[in-house]
C-alpha cells in the first residue's frame, strides 16, 4: 500500500491529503437516500391530496345543499303547527266533529335577553290571569328548551293584552280545539281527542308535546287520516 506523508509547514493541499481525510477512521461518509423513499413520499402527498379533493367534492357538491339547509336552519327556532284535524261525518251528511279556531301562546327562552325576567313574568301573568308564583316555576323548569306552551286557547282578550307587551319571546300559534256539535250523543262511536303522553311521543315522531291524538272510536281508528300535515312558523334567532 503506497503511503503518504503530510507536510505540516506546507500550505499546498495535495490530492492525496484529501482523500486521506475522506477515509479517515472519524469521519462519516454520507450515503445517497434510495429511489424507494422517494416513491413513497411521492405517493403519500398525492393519497393526502385526493382525500381533500375527494372530501370538498363531498361537501361541496354531492351533500352541498343538504350541509346549507342545515346551516339556514339552525339560525332559525321552529315552532310547530298543529295541522287542522280532519273533519268526521255521519253517511247522512250530519257534521259530527269540527274544529274552533283558537291560538296557543308559545315562549322562546332565547328572546328574553335584554329583558327583566321577574318583570316580564309578572306582566304576562296579569295578561293571563295566572297566579305569578305558579307561572314564574312553570317557566323556570322550561327555561333550558328551545320553546314550549304556555297556555293552549287563548281568549280574544288575553290576545289583545299579550299583543300590547310587544314581547319578542312571546309567540302566538293558531291550534284549533275540536268540537263535538251533538256532545256526547255519539261520543262511544266518534271517540275523543286527548294529549299525546310519553309512549306516544316515542312511539311516532310525528307528535310534539302541546298535541293531542284520537283515543277512542273513530278519532283513533282514523288517526293517521284526520291528524294532517304538520307546519311550523321560523323566528330568526337574531332578530330583535
Same mark, same amino acid.
Given at each position: 500500500?503506497?503511503?503518504?506523508?503530510?507536510?505540516?509547514?506546507?500550505?499546498? @493541499?495535495?490530492?492525496?491529503?484529501?482523500?486521506?481525510?475522506? $477515509?479517515?477512521?472519524?469521519?462519516?461518509?454520507?450515503?445517497?437516500?434510495? &429511489?424507494?423513499?422517494? $416513491? #413513497?413520499?411521492?405517493?403519500?402527498?398525492? @393519497?393526502?391530496?385526493?382525500? %381533500?379533493?375527494?372530501?370538498?367534492?363531498?361537501?361541496?357538491?354531492?351533500?352541498?345543499?343538504?350541509?346549507?339547509?342545515?346551516?339556514?336552519?339552525?339560525?332559525?327556532? &321552529?315552532?310547530?303547527?298543529?295541522?287542522?284535524?280532519?273533519?268526521?261525518?255521519?253517511?247522512?251528511?250530519?257534521?259530527?266533529?269540527?274544529?274552533?279556531?283558537?291560538?296557543?301562546?308559545?315562549?322562546i327562552p332565547s328572546k328574553l335577553a335584554g329583558y327583566e325576567k321577574e318583570e316580564a313574568v309578572l306582566k304576562l301573568s296579569?295578561?293571563?290571569?295566572?297566579?305569578?308564583? &305558579?307561572? &314564574?316555576? %312553570?317557566?323556570?323548569?322550561?327555561?333550558?328548551?328551545?320553546?314550549?306552551?304556555?297556555?293552549?286557547?287563548?281568549?280574544?282578550?288575553?290576545?289583545?293584552?299579550?299583543?300590547?307587551?310587544?314581547?319578542?319571546?312571546?309567540?302566538?300559534?293558531?291550534?284549533?280545539?275540536?268540537?263535538?256539535?251533538?256532545?256526547?250523543? #255519539?261520543?262511544?262511536?266518534?271517540?275523543? $281527542?286527548?294529549?299525546?303522553?310519553?309512549?306516544?311521543?316515542?312511539?311516532?315522531?310525528?307528535?310534539?308535546?302541546?298535541?293531542?291524538?284520537?283515543?277512542?272510536?273513530?278519532?283513533?281508528?282514523?288517526?293517521?287520516?284526520?291528524?294532517?300535515?304538520?307546519?311550523?312558523? @321560523?323566528?330568526?334567532?337574531?332578530?330583535?
Amino acid at each position: 500500500m503506497k503511503k503518504y506523508r503530510v507536510n505540516p509547514d506546507d500550505e499546498t @493541499l495535495e490530492p492525496e491529503e484529501s482523500l486521506l481525510g475522506a $477515509v479517515s477512521p472519524g469521519s462519516r461518509i454520507e450515503r445517497p437516500i434510495k &429511489s424507494g423513499f422517494f $416513491v #413513497f413520499f411521492y405517493f403519500g402527498i398525492v @393519497l393526502i391530496f385526493s382525500i %381533500f379533493v375527494v372530501n370538498g367534492f363531498n361537501l361541496g357538491i354531492m351533500e352541498g345543499d343538504y350541509y346549507a339547509g342545515l346551516s339556514a336552519r339552525n339560525q332559525y327556532i &321552529s315552532i310547530p303547527v298543529s295541522p287542522k284535524r280532519g273533519l268526521i261525518y255521519s253517511k247522512e251528511g250530519v257534521l259530527l266533529a269540527t274544529n274552533r279556531r283558537a291560538f296557543s301562546l308559545w315562549f322562546i327562552p332565547s328572546k328574553l335577553a335584554g329583558y327583566e325576567k321577574e318583570e316580564a313574568v309578572l306582566k304576562l301573568s296579569s295578561a293571563l290571569d295566572l297566579p305569578f308564583d &305558579s307561572l &314564574s316555576n %312553570f317557566i323556570e323548569n322550561n327555561i333550558d328548551r328551545a320553546t314550549f306552551v304556555v297556555k293552549k286557547d287563548i281568549s280574544e282578550e288575553e290576545e289583545e293584552k299579550i299583543l300590547s307587551l310587544s314581547f319578542p319571546f312571546l309567540v302566538l300559534a293558531e291550534n284549533d280545539i275540536r268540537v263535538y256539535p251533538d256532545g256526547g250523543f #255519539f261520543s262511544h262511536i266518534i271517540g275523543y $281527542v286527548g294529549a299525546v303522553n310519553e309512549e306516544d311521543l316515542n312511539k311516532d315522531d310525528f307528535y310534539k308535546p302541546s298535541d293531542e291524538i284520537g283515543r277512542d272510536g273513530l278519532e283513533s281508528f282514523y288517526e293517521n287520516v284526520l291528524r294532517g300535515r304538520r307546519g311550523e312558523i @321560523l323566528i330568526h334567532r337574531f332578530s330583535g
